[in-house]
């Protein structure tokens, strides 16, 4: 317990967070500290600039798309830093520019995140150059500069990747690991005595999003990088085979789902789910070292102990079933217990199983396995025609993208009405904050505003009580490293080193000291209010917009589960891509339906519709993917089979019917209110004493029971 602080800080030096980090401040200063040496410090900052602006687009994912991505931001930036650099003696033309392009880089969106964060770096590049007024000679030698910067940075890139090539796939892999290892943490809390059910159930839906969200990268990174996807090497093979296992671990650990308050009532007095809730803790700490052996090179080993856990827990078990002479507990309660206790034991298998790829004498035989991986990724890619059909209101890109056009020309003529001589912060702080959403806008700037204030404030008792220039110095690449390190991690934490290390720069430049300080908080604070008045007045984007796309999404991801799943019983599958991919998809719509509901409680409440239906809706589909996942796995994993399926059929057919009218209902919005039944199974029909046969048709009917709600609830949801 003593060293899980120590384990976390050394987790973190060890992440991609603090890899990119150190490259970018090594990318940035170096320039600057080595022409400083030769008196041309001037010329070494605007090659820094040059380097930061290509940092802006080097985020994780393949090298391929890194390389691609820099490469256009360096032709964009050198061409605009020219653009500006020519023209921004004309205050009007200046201003017409700054429209114009920040409506198209902000189109970008289209794109995807790295297409936009090409877009932020012209941005960048143009609102620093806006007020360095200079003679045409000099702009051309100040494009340059930036181009040769730029260059230089994509190169130090490339050749740290060149260096370990499969290290940002360790770390993506790791941060992947320790987010499903949270989500079980949090399903252990449900076997807590006194445990908060909503408080916790909404803590899972976040989380599960984390999960979805590190996932994708780790596909992004893993399967479209071609030294693995050719598994040409032991390690490529290594890494595959450990993402394909955490998957389906994660499938088993989302199928632990039942009604937990049941469960306290019953068994609480006996002790055991306590003990339940240990085990999964501890199944967590194993998936933790798992985690932290892929970025350190160690190997993990599954404790002794943890097997006597589980061993002792089934025991428990067999104990309290013997003693249940009197029925204190009823058979369905020890069923669960007995459930949850065998997908222990298969979680527990599957991480002994990962464990084992570790060995260095195994990594050698690594089987590869056929993987299509082409339907597991997605591809964007830049189709001019999706451009021209967004050029409407009805697109949020196009709204997103002419509310930042606007806003930044108001920032410009505030700014130069202010006339202050950083005036330039307010159009970054503007920049920065405005995001497509208002919820994201909100949050962005709550977060900018608490960062550059208490930054502020330690900038400034920093230049008071420091006065040594090597201590400043050292102070400044601390700033630095952990600016660039949390600015995807916490922005908060991220704007709280910027702004130390932006004082601290400007008084190694003799530009001022506390009076920075000052100018940079008025300014923020002016940037900060035009960006969150812009995003709520003009051509706003609500999230209830899109609540009828996302949950009929989630719906026809369910139902293709589902689908799949039932193929599992009625055909002789050999190829699960087809159930996987299904799999995969239900995770992305369940993350988006969970992100959409959270987003919502920071719009204003006349925003805020159907908050009460929503959350219902989330916390069914939520339901009905972990009993369908519960269902593949009794296939998958206990080898049960159903002889005769036609009597399950009706079930069946009746489950998806009903997944398509909740479709049909969201859609067409109709008062009408149907009479659908819930087909119920005759006990005489099936006389079988097989216990696996029992369980599948138990599964099958409340599969249905939960369809059957959802349906009921999207008669009283009206969009």
């Given at each position: 317990m003593f060293n899980r602080p120590i384990r976390d800080i050394h987790d973190f030096l060890l992440s991609t967070y603090f890899a990119d980090g150190l490259r970018i401040t090594f990318g940035v200063l170096c320039?600057?500290?080595?022409?400083?040496?030769?008196?041309?410090?001037?010329?070494?900052?605007?090659?820094?600039?040059?380097?930061?602006?290509?940092?802006?687009?080097?985020?994780?994912?393949?090298?391929?798309?890194?390389?691609?991505?820099?490469?256009?931001?360096?032709?964009?930036?050198?061409?605009?830093?020219?653009?500006?650099?020519?023209?921004?003696?004309?205050?009007?033309?200046?201003?017409?520019?700054?429209?114009?392009?920040?409506?198209?880089?902000?189109?970008?969106?289209?794109?995807?995140?790295?297409?936009?964060?090409?877009?932020?770096?012209?941005?960048?590049?143009?609102?620093?150059?806006?007020?360095?007024?200079?003679?045409?000679?000099?702009?051309?030698?100040?494009?340059?500069?930036?181009?040769?910067?730029?260059?230089?940075?994509?190169?130090?890139?490339?050749?740290?990747?060149?260096?370990?090539?499969?290290?940002?796939?360790?770390?993506?892999?790791?941060?992947?690991?320790?987010?499903?290892?949270?989500?079980?943490?949090?399903?252990?809390?449900?076997?807590?005595?006194?445990?908060?059910?909503?408080?916790?159930?909404?803590?899972?839906?976040?989380?599960?999003?984390?999960?979805?969200?590190?996932?994708?990268?780790?596909?992004?990174?893993?399967?479209?990088?071609?030294?693995?996807?050719?598994?040409?090497?032991?390690?490529?093979?290594?890494?595959?085979?450990?993402?394909?296992?955490?998957v389906d671990l994660f499938e088993q650990v989302m199928s632990t789902y039942y009604n937990y308050k049941q469960l306290h009532e019953q068994f609480d007095p006996s002790g055991i789910l306590s003990h339940y809730e240990s085990v999964i803790?501890?199944?967590?700490?194993?998936?933790?070292?798992?985690?932290?052996?892929?970025?350190?090179?160690?190997?993990?080993?599954?404790?002794?102990?943890?097997?006597?856990?589980?061993?002792?827990?089934?025991?428990?078990?067999?104990?309290?079933?013997?003693?249940?002479?009197?029925?204190?507990?009823?058979?369905?309660?020890?069923?669960?217990?007995?459930?949850?206790?065998?997908?222990?034991?298969?979680?527990?298998?599957?991480?002994?199983?990962?464990?084992?790829?570790?060995?260095?004498?195994?990594?050698?035989?690594?089987?590869?396995?056929?993987?299509?991986?082409?339907?597991?990724?997605?591809?964007?890619?830049?189709?001019?025609?999706?451009?021209?059909?967004?050029?409407?209101?009805?697109?949020?890109?196009?709204?997103?993208?002419?509310?930042?056009?606007?806003?930044?020309?108001?920032g410009f003529v505030v700014a130069k009405t202010l006339n202050f001589s950083h005036s330039y912060w307010i159009l970054l702080t503007i920049l920065v904050i405005s995001k497509p959403g208002f919820s994201l806008t909100k949050e962005r700037n709550y977060q900018r505003l608490i960062g550059t204030i208490a930054g502020a404030l330690i900038g400034i008792c920093i230049l008071i009580y420091v006065k040594d220039k090597n201590t400043l110095f050292f102070i400044l690449l601390i700033c630095m490293i952990g600016c660039f390190s949390f600015l995807r991690k916490n922005y908060v934490i991220s704007v709280l080193f910027m702004t130390p290390y932006i004082l601290v720069l400007f008084n190694f430049l003799g530009m001022g000291g506390l009076s920075v300080a000052q100018e940079r908080v008025y300014d923020t604070l002016i940037g900060s209010g035009i960006a969150l008045l812009g995003s709520y007045l003009l051509f706003p984007n609500w999230e209830h917009e899109k609540l009828k796309d996302t949950m009929m999404e989630m719906l026809k991801a369910n139902m293709n589960y589902f689908e799949q799943v039932t193929f599992l019983y009625t055909e002789q599958v050999k190829?699960?891509?087809?159930?996987?991919?299904?799999?995969?998809?239900?995770?992305?719509?369940?993350?988006?339906?969970?992100?959409?509901?959270?987003?919502?409680?920071?719009?204003?409440?006349?925003?805020?519709?159907?908050?009460?239906?929503l959350h219902q809706f989330t916390a069914l589909n939520h339901l009905l993917s972990s009993y369908i996942a519960t269902l593949s796995l009794y296939y998958k994993e206990h080898s049960f089979v159903y002889i005769n399926f036609e009597e399950l059929k009706p079930i069946s057919n009746n489950t998806v019917y009903l997944l398509n009218l909740s479709a049909e209902t969201l859609y067409t919005n109709t008062d009408t209110i149907n009479n659908v039944p819930l087909i119920r199974r005759n006990m005489n029909d099936n006389n079988s004493t097989d216990t696996g046969e029992i369980i599948i048709a138990e599964q099958f009917d409340l599969i249905q029971k939960v369809a059957y709600d959802i349906y009921k609830l999207s008669e009283k949801i009206k969009l």
């Open positions: 320039p600057s500290l080595i022409l400083a040496q030769f008196g041309m410090l001037q010329y070494g900052i605007t090659l820094s600039l040059g380097a930061l602006c290509v940092s802006v687009v080097d985020t994780p994912g393949p090298i391929v798309h890194r390389r691609n991505a820099m490469m256009i931001t360096t032709v964009l930036i050198t061409l605009i830093s020219l653009i500006v650099g020519i023209t921004n003696n004309n205050i009007y033309f200046i201003g017409i520019l700054l429209v114009i392009c920040s409506f198209v880089f902000s189109m970008f969106f289209l794109y995807g995140l790295r297409a936009a964060s090409i877009g932020t770096a012209a941005l960048l590049v143009m609102v620093l150059s806006i007020d360095d007024v200079r003679p045409w000679k000099e702009v051309l030698f100040y494009a340059l500069l930036i181009f040769c910067g730029s260059i230089w940075y994509s190169l130090l890139s490339y050749l740290f990747y060149r260096i370990r090539p499969y290290r940002l796939v360790q770390q993506t892999l790791s941060e992947s690991i320790h987010a499903v290892s949270n989500f079980l943490r949090a399903k252990a809390k449900f076997y807590h005595e006194s445990i908060n059910y909503d408080d916790n159930y909404a803590q899972l839906l976040q989380l599960q999003v984390l999960v979805h969200e590190n996932q994708d990268a780790v596909r992004e990174v893993l399967f479209k990088t071609r030294e693995i996807v050719r598994e040409s090497t032991p390690e490529g093979r290594f890494l595959l085979l450990v993402f394909v296992d955490m803790l501890k199944i967590a700490d194993q998936l933790d070292d798992i985690a932290f052996a892929l970025k350190t090179g160690n190997t993990p080993s599954l404790p002794i102990s943890l097997i006597a856990d589980v061993a002792a827990l089934k025991e428990e078990i067999i104990q309290l079933e013997k003693k249940n002479t009197e029925g204190k507990y009823n058979t369905l309660g020890i069923i669960a217990l007995k459930n949850i206790e065998v997908n222990i034991e298969n979680i527990l298998s599957r991480v002994k199983t990962i464990n084992g790829y570790f060995n260095k004498n195994e990594k050698k035989n690594l089987k590869p396995r056929q993987i299509d991986l082409e339907r597991f990724i997605t591809r964007q890619s830049i189709d001019l025609k999706q451009l021209s059909e967004n050029f409407t209101f009805n697109s949020s890109v196009f709204r997103h993208s002419l509310r930042v056009a606007i806003v930044m020309l108001v190829d699960f891509t087809n159930y996987k991919v299904a799999r995969k998809e239900v995770y992305v719509t369940t993350a988006n339906l969970a992100s959409l509901f959270q987003r919502m409680f920071s719009e204003p409440k006349s925003k805020q519709v159907l908050m009460k239906e």
